[in-house]
Structure formats: C-alpha cells, structure tokens
C-alpha cells in the first residue's frame, strides 16, 4: 500500500503550478496580504503623482492661462461684423468698443472700424480730455470682439487657481498614474493580455489628446465666437465674462471632448470580446448617432446647437471608421484560421 505522502498532489501554490504561470508571461504567485501591500504602495505613489502634478499646475497658473486664453484671442479676431464699429482706446488699453449708431460721431473715417483714443488736449490755458483718431493702436483694438475676463469676487482669483490646479494636475499626472496601475496589473497578465493592453491604452491615448488638440484648436474658438454672436443677436452685451466660468468652460470643454473621442475604441473593445459585430454596428447605425448627438448635448458647455453639430461630425467620422476596423477584422479572421 502506497504511501500519499510520498506523491504530494500538484497544488495552485506549487512550484510546478508557479513556474509554469510565469512562463506563460505572469508574475509570481503572491499570498492575498503581499497584494494589499502591493495595492497601498500603488495608492500612496498615484496620490503623491496627483499632488505634485497640482503643486506644479498651481505654480504654473498664469502660464495655463494664457494657454486657455489663446482660443479666445483667434475667436476676437475672427469675428466678423458688417456694422461700422467705433473703437475707444487710452494707452494700451480699449476702453469700449461700440457700434457707430450707438456712439454716432463725424470723423470723416470711412473704414469698418473707427480707432479714437482718449487723450488729453490743450484748449487755451486747460487740459480737455478728448478723442482723436488713434494712429497707434494698441493689438487688442485689431480684434474685431473685445471681451474682458474679469473676477466679480475677493476669492474668484483663489477659485481660478484651485479649479487649474485640479484639471491640469489631473492631467499631468494622468500618465504617472497609468504608469504606477499598470505595475501593479501588468505582472499578473499573460503575453496575449498585456499585448491587447499596450495597444488598448496607445489608441486611447492617441484618441483623447485628438479629441483635445481638435476642441483647443478648433472647437474653442468657433464656440466663442457664435455665443458671443448669439448674446448680441438677443441684444445683450458680450464684452465682459466671468474668468471662472471662463476656465470652467474650456477645462469641461476639453475633457469632453477628449472623453467623447474613446467611442471608437468602446466599440472595437465589444467587437474584439464578440459582443457586437459589423451587421449590428451597421443595424444600429441611427441608433448611434442619435446617441453621438445625445452625448454632444450633454459635454457642450453652452448648449449652442452649432456647436453640438460641430462636434457631432467626427464622432459621426470616427464611427464609420469603427465599421471599416471592425469589417477589416472580419475579413481576416478567416484567413487567420486557416493558417
């Protein structure tokens, strides 16, 4: 009669069962607390990431602000108008600019804009302050808008800075932090996984900075100008805005945008674990772009229906290239099957 002891059977926590997983492209086999250790030295680096990405951002505010302020600018200047403009400058500064019904004043200017500068003049033995024409004007009395930031509270300059502290330490810190996760889940995948993971995070990444790189460039600057348009058509002024709302604007902006650009890759990701394919992304194509124009409701900031269309189009863009991925998978497999 055979002893069992002899011939131990093979266990999960074995050396054979151990080897054999690693081999296979993940890390050894851990008792449940050398996780939790793992998992709080994970946390502890990500949250010091976070802080230091905010400490650096808040360092840097007057920096991030010019940055989200460029949008502004293009927008002030490609703005149109057909209506004669009076522009009132003092020094490098433009007081008000208003249109010529409003201000009505002969000049003998024929040019769409009108340049006066508020000077003082000598009349006899005083000083007069008065408006002559502005042979040099400061830049900002090129743009064809004027509209000023300005905080309407002691602590609105406090809350600027916090609000560009969290969204561009968020941001910094972003790759840190996939970085640290990705040390503590890479080790337990096998080769086929981490490879699918690599290529997953690469198209997400090239996906939200896209999403971002075509609202700054692109969206920002359209979106400003048409509300600002819009709030004249309805007879409100649109020369002063809050810079709080301002930054909440661009930073929500932004991020949206960046996020509704993972769409592609939600969709591939279903059509890769075969929970869709190319007859039901097609079958639902309507479906889907009611569901873009949704989802375009929702992450514009102002509502404008201009702009919701505007970043409907490449959602709508990027879902036929889904389908042409997607039916170029399709086609291949086979061909990987008989190989």
């Not at 002969?106 to 009108?114: Q, V």
């Not at 009395?141 to 509209?147: G, K, L, R, V």
């Not at 979106?223 to 604007?249: K, V």
Request: charged share 15%; with cysteine.
């Amino acid at each position: 009669m055979s002893d069992d002891s002899e011939n131990p059977p093979v266990v999960h926590g074995s050396t054979e069962h151990q080897d054999s997983y690693e081999d296979e492209g993940g890390g050894p086999v851990k008792t449940f607390l050398e996780h939790l250790e793992d998992l709080r030295w994970t946390l502890i680096r990500c949250t010091i990431a976070i802080g230091l990405g905010i400490l650096t951002c808040l360092s840097a505010g007057n920096f991030i602000i010019k940055l989200l302020v460029l949008p502004l600018e293009r927008a002030q200047r490609a703005w149109t108008t057909t209506e004669q403009t009076v522009v009132i400058s003092m020094g490098t500064n433009v007081w008000s600019r208003m249109p010529l019904r409003v201000f009505p004043i002969e000049t003998g200017i024929t040019n769409r804009e009108i340049k006066l500068r508020l000077t003082p003049v000598p009349v006899g033995t005083n000083l007069v302050m008065a408006l002559v024409p502005d042979t040099n004007p400061p830049e900002a009395a090129d743009y064809a808008m004027s509209i000023d930031l300005k905080t309407y509270s002691p602590g609105g300059g406090f809350t600027i800075a916090i609000q560009l502290a969290i969204f561009g330490g968020l941001t910094v810190s972003a790759p840190f932090v996939l970085f640290f996760l990705g040390q503590f889940i890479l080790p337990a995948l096998h080769f086929h996984e981490k490879k699918f993971l690599f290529r997953l995070t690469a198209f997400g990444s090239v996906l939200f900075f896209g999403g971002v790189a075509f609202c700054y460039f692109v969206m920002l600057p359209v979106t400003l100008s048409t509300t600002a348009s819009f709030s004249n058509w309805l007879g409100f002024g649109a020369d002063e805005w809050r810079a709080d709302e301002f930054i909440s604007f661009c930073c929500w902006f932004l991020l949206g945008m960046g996020v509704s650009f993972q769409l592609p890759l939600v969709l591939l990701t279903l059509v890769k674990v075969e929970l869709m394919d190319v007859a039901a992304l097609s079958k639902y194509r309507a479906y889907f772009y009611v569901g873009i124009l949704i989802v375009a409701g929702f992450v514009t900031p102002d509502g404008n229906p201009f702009t919701m269309l505007l970043m409907a189009a490449p959602l709508g863009v990027l879902y036929e290239l889904t389908v042409l991925i997607a039916w170029f998978w399709e086609r291949r497999a086979p061909k990987q099957i008989e190989v």
